[in-house]
């Protein structure tokens, strides 16, 4: 079973970057399709991004496109890069993972999640 460790959250102002990162321990990230979602108060959690176990396709949230970049790495992490950021982006961001080769959009097909993590964009 893989455990997995958001880092990297914090406060921002809107329009700066921040990155965070999903640390596995257990197993090796290699095995699973990975996702990043996120949840602000009083809503429900949302997908944001997704790659392949590959790593050859991804998926975004329209909100997110062209702002939000997901990637993987050989030291057992998955990514995610944002810029751009805005007030409405701020929430507990989670990473999930899934043992499929195919990305999923849907908080039901993820098996793993980690604890979360704050990102807060100040206007």
């Known amino acids: 079973q893989v455990q997995l460790v958001e880092i990297g959250g914090g406060l921002v102002q809107a329009g700066g970057p921040l990155r965070l990162s999903c640390a596995a321990s257990?197993?090796?990230?290699?095995?699973?399709?990975m996702g990043w979602f996120r949840q602000a108060p009083g809503k429900e959690r949302e997908f944001v991004a997704a790659?392949?176990?590959?790593?050859?396709?991804v998926s975004y949230a329209d909100s997110v496109k062209g702002r939000f970049s997901i990637s993987r790495d050989r030291e057992n992490t998955a990514n995610l890069q944002m810029i751009s950021l805005k007030p409405e982006d701020t929430a507990v961001y989670y990473c999930?993972?899934?043992?499929?080769?195919?990305?999923?959009?849907?908080?039901?097909?993820?098996?793993?999640w980690g604890q979360g993590t704050q990102v807060t964009v100040s206007s």
């Open positions: 999930a993972a899934r043992e499929a080769a195919i990305v999923s959009t849907h908080n039901s097909a993820y098996a793993y």
């Open positions: 790659i392949s176990r590959s790593g050859g396709s």
């Open positions: 257990g197993r090796t990230l290699s095995r699973y399709t």
